[in-house]
């Protein structure tokens, strides 16, 4: 029984730091309670009990979803840390053709400003490469157009891969 006394006392110290820390948190604590203050916190949204609830931003999502990539790139360089020895110049490109792929998937989400968080910012375009007097109709080019009244043209280009199936 005395081989088993370090464990019991263990056991007794942590359920008396435990106990010793809640009741040192209720006599020290502020008391004043506010409607604030009762209401659930939801990772920096207004709570649940609210009657319009706003819209959770997806980028959040995305951020996590990058994460886990990243988590589970982990996960896999990991083990690969341990035997990198045994596994030669075969683990070293399998490796090397896995990072290259999370890290092309990660270039791929940044060129897509899927870590943008701030307003969309558009590109002046340059005044000088386009002309004030280019139109749709001027920039347009129309191919044997010339004679046929507005409504005809697509009856034309019908026709005339009709008759080029038939012949």
């Not at 502020?30 to 604030?36: G, I």
């Not at 009762?38 to 996590?64: H, I, Q």
């Not at 075969?90 to 990072?99: D, E, K, M, N, R």
């Amino acid at each position: 029984m005395g081989q088993y006394l370090p464990v019991v006392m263990l056991f007794v110290l942590g359920v008396l730091f435990a106990l010793l820390s809640l009741i040192a948190s209720r006599l020290l604590a502020p008391s004043r309670s506010t409607p604030a203050k009762s209401l659930p916190y939801e990772c920096g949204v207004s709570g649940a009990g609210t009657k319009n609830p706003t819209r959770f931003p997806v980028k959040f999502f995305l951020v996590a979803m990058i994460f886990i990539v990243f988590d589970i790139e982990v996960i896999f360089l990991y083990p690969y840390a341990m035997v990198f020895e045994y596994l030669g110049s075969f683990g070293l490109v399998a490796i090397g053709i896995f990072s290259f792929a999370v890290f092309e998937s990660f270039v791929y989400l940044i060129s897509n400003g899927a870590l943008e968080w701030g307003p969309v910012k558009r590109v002046a375009r340059p005044i000088d490469q386009v002309s004030h007097t280019r139109t749709a109709t001027s920039t347009i080019r129309r191919v044997g157009t010339t004679g046929r009244e507005h409504g005809q043209e697509a009856a034309a280009v019908i026709g005339d891969t009709i008759e080029r199936e038939v012949a």
